[in-house]
């Protein structure tokens, strides 16, 4: 079964890091992009952060530009998100999904089913 | 950066009708657009891709149409399960992605 499972989310204080895994299985994690995507408590959809299959280039959405840093490891299938002085604007579920093509279009499947990070005093 | 402007923001329609959703972008997109489905307190589900592909396993019902900067996601005979909010995605920027604010689709 192709999946991709989040963990690292939890209570972090104002200011504080927190770093973010996502473990992939089902597939060759190592030829696929894959992204981050956050969604605020009863809000949409936010893209944060995609990273090349084999790493080489990275892009943030601004609200997370040089706060958080994305990484992967290709040969554990596992994607990191280090995100550091953190805000209340960044309490949500967080998202990993991986971004597949046809060679001309491309979407997010499978999403895994979310970490919570509340940054909180 | 690309803006995308879902409407309506929330609608309500009983079983059997058919609802539409609209997703304009600020800019030309060609054919860059997906759709999501989530329900409460889970992960999005991808609905369309490419503007008008049909995910594997994804009902019939469902379609999607347009390119440019102008789309729809239509639900032809809703059904109870179908009660969600409903997301477009624009992934024609290789530097970026966006997501519309989302479609609540409620019971009437």
């Known amino acids: 079964e192709v999946q991709v499972v989040e963990s690292g989310g939890g209570l972090v204080k104002p200011g504080g890091s927190l770093r973010l895994s996502c473990a992939a299985s089902g597939f060759n994690f190592n030829t696929y992009t894959m992204n981050w995507v956050r969604q605020a408590p009863g809000k949409g959809l936010e893209w944060l952060s995609s990273i090349s299959s084999g790493g080489d280039f990275i892009y943030y959405a601004d609200s997370v530009k040089g706060r958080f840093t994305l990484s992967r490891d290709n040969a554990k299938n596992s994607l990191f998100l280090q995100m550091n002085s953190l805000g209340a604007e960044d309490t949500a579920v967080y998202f990993c999904?991986?971004?597949?093509?046809?060679?001309?279009?491309?979407?997010?499947?499978?999403w895994g089913q979310g970490t919570l990070v509340t940054v909180s005093s | 950066d690309i803006q995308m402007t879902q409407s309506p923001s929330s609608l309500s329609a009983s079983i059997g009708d058919t609802v539409t959703i609209t997703c304009r972008t600020s800019q030309t997109i060609r054919n860059d657009l997906n759709w999501y489905q989530q329900k409460p307190g889970k992960a999005p589900t991808l609905l369309i891709y490419?503007?008008?592909n049909l995910h594997t396993g994804v009902p019939s019902r469902f379609s999607g149409s347009g390119s440019g900067t102008d789309f729809t996601l239509s639900i032809n005979g809703l059904q109870p399960e179908d009660f969600a909010i409903y997301y477009c995605q624009q992934t024609y920027s290789i530097s970026f992605s966006t997501f519309g604010g989302g479609t609540k689709v409620e019971i009437k």
């Open positions: 999904a991986r971004e597949s093509t046809n060679d001309i279009n491309s979407w997010f499947d499978p």
């Open positions: 490419a503007a008008s």
